[in-house]
């Protein structure tokens, strides 16, 4: 190695210049750890800014939208609305056309019922029969000629054969299985032979207006039933022309027109919005935080910059120890507190050299550890 180049032959002045360098290392250290927290602290700034932002961004962009798309709706409700009201209006109209149809169309049966009925009603006077027995239960009963009257027939046989007799034994005689039999013995007994009784003083004496009262009640049946044959097939046709109902029909077709076309202004603005608002709204609320987040950048790039300008002094200063120190004094030896030891030492003059100094130093510290 070149003796010029040799610290340890140096003197004061070549110790200076090391702790010169140590002390600007040392420096550049403390300032690039400083740029380092700063730099960390800009970037949490502007990340917290920009996150903020985008979060604002993403709520005002969906307030916007769903305001929109609610207007379009309040607009959807309002025709469905409107259409609701005028379907009512058309059902009205339609039901009390069909209603008058079904009249007109069955007036002559109706007409001829109710004539039967008179009939029968003629007849029971004529033969001074009482009128509390021109009824449907005594008609059902005595002569049956549709199935209502069947079933009225069911429900008198379940009243006289289970409801009266046990509401009778159940409410008035002792629990016994006799009392029960006895009960419904009697009960038949008295209910059949009433029915017996009162079939034969009116039935079986008046056998030709009977008889007569029944082909009328057959043929009241028969045009009740033709009735619903022409009520039903009135109410399945789907002919509507007749019902006068051309103005609801336009109404609902201009509404379903209109609602259509909401649906597809609808359709248009959310694409729109998606398109273009979208970035409308993304673009002003970026600037109204432009300015700070363009500051806080820029001063993150200075403070980047100086930081890279530390960081290559630190390591030239460190290539200079490395290659120009460490070789002739050691790396464990370069610290300020030993350089101003050996100044010192060189001052007082007790070395002539570096190396002097530092191989005094080292003896005193061997003394002073065996002492």
Same mark, same amino acid.
């Given at each position: 190695m070149d003796e010029n180049n040799n610290i340890l032959s140096g003197g004061r002045n070549e110790l200076d210049s090391m702790k010169n360098t140590l002390v600007k290392l040392e420096k550049s250290k403390a300032e690039n750890a400083e740029l380092t927290e700063k730099e960390a602290q800009l970037e949490k700034q502007?990340?917290?800014? &920009? =996150? /903020?932002?985008?979060e604002k961004t993403a709520s005002v962009i969906k307030m916007r939208k769903t305001e929109m798309e609610a207007d379009y709706d309040k607009q959807l409700e309002a025709v469905k609305s409107r259409q609701k009201k005028v379907r009512s209006k058309r059902e009205k109209q339609k039901n009390s056309k069909v209603s008058e149809r079904i009249e007109a169309e069955t007036r002559e049966l109706q007409e001829e019922s109710v004539h039967l009925k008179e009939e029968i009603r /003629? @007849?029971?006077q004529g033969e001074k029969i009482p009128k509390f027995l021109n009824c449907a239960f005594f008609h059902a009963i005595y002569q049956p000629v549709r199935w209502k009257d069947i079933l009225i027939i069911v429900l008198a046989l379940a009243v006289v054969l289970f409801v009266i007799p046990y509401g009778i034994y159940h409410f008035f005689l002792t629990p016994k299985i006799s009392h029960l039999v006895i009960t419904y $013995?009697?009960?038949?007994?008295?209910?059949g032979g009433?029915? @017996?009784? @009162? /079939?034969?003083? $009116? =039935?079986e004496k008046h056998q030709e207006v009977f008889k007569k009262t029944k082909e009328a009640r057959k043929l009241a049946v028969k045009?009740?039933?033709q009735a619903r044959i022409v009520e039903r097939k009135i109410r399945k046709d789907k002919d509507e022309s007749g019902y006068g109902l051309d103005k609801f029909n336009e109404e609902l077709s201009e509404l379903e027109q &209109?609602?259509?076309?909401? $649906?597809? &202004? =609808? =359709?248009?603005a959310v694409k729109r919005f998606e398109i273009e608002t979208r970035k409308v709204i993304a673009d002003e609320l970026a600037a109204e935080v432009a300015d700070e987040l363009s500051k806080l950048r820029?001063?993150?790039?200075?403070?980047y910059r100086d930081q890279r300008a530390v960081e290559e002094q630190i390591k030239s200063l460190s290539i200079v120890i490395t290659d120009r120190y460490n070789p002739y004094i050691g790396k464990e030896n370069m610290s300020i507190t030993l350089l101003d030891q050996l100044g010192?030492? @060189?001052?007082a003059n007790e070395a002539a050299t570096i190396g002097e100094a530092l191989n005094l130093y080292r003896s005193r510290k061997e003394t002073e550890q065996q002492g």
């Open positions: 502007i990340s917290a800014l &920009e =996150k /903020g932002l985008a /003629g @007849l029971y $013995i009697v009960t038949v007994l008295v209910f009433f029915y @017996l009784f @009162l /079939g034969w003083m $009116i =039935k045009n009740q039933h &209109e609602y259509n076309a909401i $649906i597809e &202004e =609808k =359709k248009n820029r001063q993150h790039d200075d403070v010192q030492i @060189l001052e």
